[in-house]
Structures are given as C-alpha cells and as structure tokens.
C-alpha cells in the first residue's frame, strides 16, 4: 500500500511559477516510478510528466516541456513538480500517480498502469 498526498496547488498569474510536492509513504514508495497528471476543468484527466523509479529517465507531454521539470527525492520519499512560465491553459486539479513494481528505468504514461493515485490539488492561473 502507497499512499500519496500532494501539496503546493494554489492561485498563480500568468508568467508565474509554483511548485508541486508529492509525499509518498508505504514500503514500496521510494522504489515506484511516479508521474504527474492533471484533470482541466470540464476535460478528462491527462499525463504530464514521469519519471522512472531511479530518476535517471524522464518524459514530459509537449504542453509543459521546457517550462515543467520532474524531480524526486526518494531520501524523503517525496516527488516535486516545478512549474514556470505558466500559462492558464496550465489550470488543473493536479494529480502524482505511483507504479510500485517497476522496471529500474521505465517511465510510464498511460493512466492504467499506475497503482496509486493521491487525492489532487487545484492549481489555478489566471490571465
């Protein structure tokens, strides 16, 4: 059992930055790959980003790439989102997401393969 609990959503302006905390605890947290997705209002939930359990892989949805950078800290089994130069497009409940069994360097994109979900936190920009 994982369980996640995201921090740091909030009211941002255009141009603005944030960034994003996942605490993860439970005996397999600091060995899963775990990735960010978001759910737009009125959208379906949609990937962000991932990062393989080693943090040496990545892989960003083309929408954030060069603004969004993934990064973990499994000493503190925490996953970080940093966020730049966003825009309101970025509006979004903003999930991290846990593969607990995974292969060493793989990173994971699709929704039905991850294991654990946390509950969300909004992120709102405005123009």
């Known amino acids: 059992q994982v369980q996640l609990v995201e921090s740091g959503g909030g009211l941002v302006q255009t141009g603005g930055s944030l960034r994003l905390s996942c605490a993860a605890s439970g005996r397999t947290s600091s060995s899963s790959a775990m990735g960010w997705f978001r759910q737009p209002p009125g959208k379906e939930r949609e990937f962000v980003v991932a990062i393989s359990r080693g943090g040496g892989n990545t892989y960003y949805a083309d929408s954030v790439k060069g603004r969004f950078t993934i990064s973990r800290d499994n000493a503190k089994n925490t996953l970080y989102l940093q966020m730049n130069s966003m825009e309101p497009e970025d509006t979004a409940v903003y999930y991290c997401?846990?593969?607990?069994?995974?292969?060493?360097?793989?990173?994971?994109?699709?929704?039905?393969?991850?294991?654990?979900w946390g509950q969300g936190t909004q992120v709102t920009v405005s123009s």
């Open positions: 997401a846990a593969v607990v069994y995974p292969d060493y360097r793989r990173i994971y994109y699709q929704e039905r393969e991850y294991d654990y």
